[in-house]
């Protein structure tokens, strides 16, 4: 059987390594799994799906989350955060979901070491994905820095996590 050669593949800025399979926010691929139903479709990525192996993950869904639900963001810190316990999740409604998103970034992990992946490209400014920054429900929404929850369980596992809009 012929070795698979490692490449490197140029998306824009972002220099992927493509030997293994890229974990990809699910909604990026056209998948309708956003908390409002639609999607967060990208062509940037559907190309590179085209090209090399990805893995479609939603971390709200995987936590047992509907689809549709209601809007969330973190309360009291990033999604660092959360993973310590310091903070919570919590919907629009003030229900706290805190336990969903935990799932949520577990099962997500599960599925990137099932599949030897060590890059995730993540929907940036969502409190599960974000990569650089998330909205904040102490402001009123507005966006701080930080990472989300599942991003920052990947980040803690040596999974390096690319925002789409690096893309
Ligand atoms: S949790 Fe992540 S994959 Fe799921 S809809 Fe939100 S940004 Fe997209």
């Known amino acids: 059987m012929a070795a ?3 490449k ?3 998306v824009s800025s972002v220099a992927l390594e493509t030997k293994r399979p ?3 926010s699910a909604c990026l691929l ?4 956003k908390y409002n139903g ?3 479709r990208k062509e940037a990525v559907i190309n590179l799906a085209k090209s090399q192996l990805v893995i479609p993950v939603c971390p709200e869904v995987l936590g047992g989350l509907p689809t549709p639900r209601a809007p969330q963001s973190i309360a009291g810190g990033t999604g660092a955060d959360v993973l310590d316990k310091k903070a919570t999740v919590l919907t629009n409604e003030d229900v706290d979901v805190t336990e969903n998103f935990l799932r949520g970034a577990e099962e997500t992990l599960k599925i ?3 599949n030897n992946c060590s890059q995730a490209i993540f929907k940036e400014r969502s409190p599960s994905c974000g990569v650089h920054f998330i909205h904040s429900f102490d402001k009123n929404g507005k966006l701080i820095p930080g990472e ?3 991003t920052a ?3 803690r596992k040596g999974i390096k996590v690319i925002s789409d809009e690096e893309l």
């Open 4 to 6: 698979i050669k490692e």
């Open 8 to 10: 490197i593949v140029n």
């Open 22 to 24: 890229i974990l990809v």
């Open 30 to 33: 056209g998948i309708n799994c």
């Open 38 to 40: 639609q999607n967060n």
């Open 112 to 114: 990137a070491e099932i």
């Open 148 to 150: 989300g929850v599942t």
């Open 153 to 155: 369980l990947l980040k």
